[in-house]
C-alpha cells in the first residue's frame, strides 16, 4: 500500500483487503449483518469480459474531496480513492501482501550490501507517453523531505536512508544514498541504508516509497507550491490504467484509458466516481444509480434484498479510535513535543474517558452488527502481531468512576475538578459523515458527564472531514481529545503513525520507551519473525496502559456491485496500493 497510514473519518475508512476467515474474532458475529457479510465473497464471479462501457462509482462523504492527486502530499482516505483508477503503485504484491515482481517495477534486497534495487519495467509509461524513469522513481523522497512541500508523510521511517536527514534539514543539495546507476534516464535506483528492516519485503513497509513522481511534468514547480499547483490539483498525470479526463472540483471525476498503459488496453472505457451524501446511499444502491457503493452499515437492513447486485465483502485494516492530545507539532525541529501541563496528561483520566464509552452497544444498535469493538492498536488481520490477550477498554462505568476518585479528580456539584482544584471542561472534536453520527456523539457525550466530566463539542458541533483535520493536524486549542479513523498499510509498522518525528502522530506523545519499541520492532534482530511479534506485543500491552490512542471499532466493509460487471476483487493480490486494479473490471459478454 502506501508508506503512511490514510486519514479515515469514523467508519467510513477504505483499506487493504483482508480475508473474510479472520472475521470471526469481532465478538459481534451473532448479530445478522455480520453473519450475512460472511457469507459474501471478496470478488466478483469471474466471467468473459467485453470491451467498452462506463461504470459509475459512489463516493460517500457529506464533504467535498480535496482532490490532492499526490501520492506524497496526499493523506485522505477520500482522495486516495478518488485518484484510484489512475493512481497505480510500483508494486503487486500476493494475498499476503509480499512484493512480487508483478507489477510497475521490480524490487531486489541486499542484507549484506544494504541495499534495496528498484528498476522500473520498460515500457511502463506516464499518460502522455513518456517512460518512467529513475528520476522519477527518486523525485518522490525529494518531495517527501524537502520542508517547502510540508508533505505529512515525511517521518524518520524514512531517514534509514543514507542523507535523507541532512537533505530534510537542509544540510545537503540532494539525497546521497539514492543512486541512479544509469543515471536520471535510466530505469533503476538503488537505495542504500544505514540498517535493513524485517519489513521491506511487504508492501507498505515505510522505508521505501512505492510510487513514482513524473518529475519532467513537476520539475518548474518549486515545492512550496506544488500541493496548490494545476498539475496535482486539475491535470495530473499517472501510469497507471486511466488518466484524468475531467474534474468537478470536490465532486466528481471522470477517468479514460491511459492509451500508453504498460498492461494493455483496459476493458472500460469510463469510470466516473461521484460525490453521494451518504444519508443518501441506501436510496442509491436500491435504485441502481451507481455501479458499485460502499453500503453504510447502519443502512444494511434497508439494502441487503436488493435485487441485480452482487455483494462483496472484506474487513479492511482499519480502525476508529479516540486520540488525545498530549502536545504540539515542532515544525523547526521536526518532532512532536510533549506538554506536561495538558489537560489529558493524567493517564488516569485518558483511561477513564475509554471505559466510559459503551462501544459494543453502540455498534449493536447503530450498525446491524456489522462494526465491532477492537481492543489494539494492532488488528487481528495482521495474524500473530496481534495480541489478542488484551481486553482493551470495555464498558465499565464503575473502573471509570475509580479511577478518576484515586486520581484526585474531585466532584464538585455536578462536574469533576482538577486535581488542583481548578474547573475541568474538556473539548471533544468527531466528524459529521454518517447518518448516526450525530446519535452516537451524544450519547459518548452522555457516558462522560455521568462519570461527572464536563466534555463540550469543539465548535458546538460535528465538524465537517477536512476542516477537522485541519484543525487536529495544526494542534488547534479547541482539541483536548478527539475521535477519528486510520485506514492501514499492509505491513504493521507504527513508526509512521505514531514516531517522535511523524507529523501523523496526532496525539503528539513521545516517551523513551515507545522510541524504543518502535525501534526495536524495525530492527536488525526483528528479521526473526518470533522476536518481532514479541515486540509487537509489548508495543500493544504499553500503548493499551497508557492509553494515549484508545482504538475503539472496525467494520466489515460491503459493496453493492452491479451483477454485470466481472473483475472486481478486494483481494490484496488483485489489489494495488490498496486499490482495485481497475484495467481488469470490465462488463461481462
Excluded at 133 to 138: F, G, I, R, V
Excluded at 151 to 170: F, N, P
Excluded at 399 to 428: I, M
Excluded at 564 to 585: A, C, E, F, R
Aim: proline share 4%.
Amino acid at each position: 500500500m502506501k508508506l503512511a497510514k490514510i486519514l479515515g473519518s469514523v467508519g467510513v475508512v477504505s483499506a487493504a483487503a483482508l480475508a473474510l476467515a479472520a472475521c470471526g474474532q469481532s465478538g459481534s458475529s451473532n448479530n445478522q449483518g455480520a453473519k450475512d457479510a460472511k457469507k459474501f465473497p471478496d470478488s466478483t464471479p469471474k466471467k468473459a469480459t467485453k470491451q467498452g462501457g462506463t461504470v459509475s462509482v459512489a463516493l460517500e462523504t457529506d464533504t467535498p474531496f480535496t482532490g490532492i492527486f499526490s501520492d506524497e502530499l496526499s493523506t485522505s482516505a477520500i482522495d486516495s480513492s478518488v485518484a484510484a483508477p489512475g493512481e497505480e503503485s510500483l508494486f503487486d504484491t500476493d494475498d499476503y501482501y509480499r512484493i512480487n515482481n508483478k507489477g510497475a517495477a521490480t524490487m531486489k534486497l541486499d542484507r549484506k550490501a544494504k541495499t534495496v534495487t528498484i528498476t522500473v519495467k520498460k515500457g511502463v509509461k506516464w499518460s502522455d507517453g513518456k517512460q518512467v524513469n529513475a528520476k522519477d522513481l527518486e523525485y518522490p523522497y525529494e518531495i517527501l523531505a524537502n520542508k517547502k512541500t510540508q508533505a505529512q508523510r515525511y517521518d524518520s521511517t524514512l531517514e534509514s536512508i543514507q542523507g535523507m536527514k541532512e537533505y530534510h534539514e537542509g544540510k545537503a543539495k540532494t539525497i546521497s544514498g539514492i543512486e541512479m546507476p544509469d543515471g536520471e534516464n535510466g530505469r533503476t535506483i538503488v537505495i542504500h541504508y544505514k540498517q535493513m528492516r524485517p519489513g521491506m519485503y511487504f508492501s507498505g513497509n515505510g522505508y521505501f516509497w512505492e510510487s513514482a513522481a513524473p518529475y519532467h511534468y513537476l520539475k518548474n514547480i518549486p515545492f512550496n507550491k506544488l500541493q496548490s499547483c494545476d498539475q496535482i490539483r486539475k491535470k495530473p498525470l499517472y501510469f497507471g490504467p486511466f488518466k484524468l479526463d475531467k474534474l468537478v472540483r470536490g465532486q466528481s471525476v471522470t477517468w479514460v484509458p491511459n492509451k500508453y498503459y504498460w498492461r494493455g488496453k483496459p476493458k472500460l472505457n469510463k469510470v466516473v466516481i461521484q460525490v453521494v451524501n451518504p444519508n443518501s446511499a441506501s436510496q442509491a444502491i436500491k435504485n441502481h444509480k451507481f455501479d458499485i457503493t460502499g453500503v453504510i452499515n447502519s443502512q444494511w437492513d434497508q439494502v441487503k434484498n436488493t435485487k441485480g447486485v452482487n455483494w462483496v465483502a472484506q474487513v479492511p485494516l482499519a480502525y476508529s479510535y479516540v486520540g488525545f492530545k498530549m502536545g504540539k507539532w515542532d515544525a523547526k525541529t521536526g518532532k512532536n513535543v510533549m506538554d506536561k501541563n495538558s489537560k489529558v496528561a493524567n493517564k488516569s483520566l485518558r483511561q477513564a474517558i475509554g471505559y466510559a464509552m459503551n462501544i459494543d452497544a453502540v455498534n449493536k444498535r447503530y450498525t446491524q452488527g456489522l462494526s465491532f469493538r477492537v481492543n489494539t492498536l494492532i488488528p487481528s488481520g495482521f495474524g500473530a502481531y496481534h495480541d489478542s490477550s488484551i481486553k482493551g477498554y470495555n464498558y465499565n462505568l464503575k473502573k471509570a468512576n475509580q479511577l478518576l476518585d484515586k486520581a484526585g479528580y474531585k466532584k464538585k456539584g455536578k462536574w469533576r475538578v482538577q486535581p488542583n482544584g481548578k474547573p475541568l471542561v474538556l473539548h471533544f472534536a468527531t466528524m459529521s459523515g454518517s447518518p448516526n453520527a450525530e446519535a452516537i456523539t451524544q450519547n459518548y457525550l452522555q457516558q462522560w458527564h455521568k462519570i461527572g466530566l464536563n466534555v463540550k463539542l469543539t465548535g458546538g458541533r460535528l465538524m465537517e472531514f477536512n476542516s477537522f483535520y485541519d484543525k487536529v493536524q495544526h494542534d488547534s486549542k479547541d482539541i483536548d481529545f478527539f475521535q477519528a479513523g486510520w485506514s492501514l498499510a499492509s505491513e504493521p509498522s507504527q513508526g509512521s503513525m505514531y514516531g517522535e518525528t511523524s507529523p501523523m502522530n496526532y496525539e503528539r506523545f513521545v516517551t523513551p520507551e515507545n522510541n524504543k519499541l518502535l525501534a526495536e520492532m524495525d530492527s536488525e534482530k526483528s528479521f526473526n519473525t518470533k522476536y518481532r511479534v514479541k515486540v509487537f506485543h509489548q508495543w500493544q500491552k504499553y500503548m493499551y496502559d497508557e492509553a494515549f490512542v484508545i482504538p475503539t471499532s472496525n467494520s466489515y466493509s460491503i459493496n453493492a456491485v452491479n451483477n454485470k460487471i466481472t473483475g472486481y476483487s478486494t483481494k490484496p493480490s488483485q489489489n494495488n496500493n490498496g486499490h482495485q486494479l481497475w484495467y481488469q473490471v470490465g462488463y461481462a459478454k
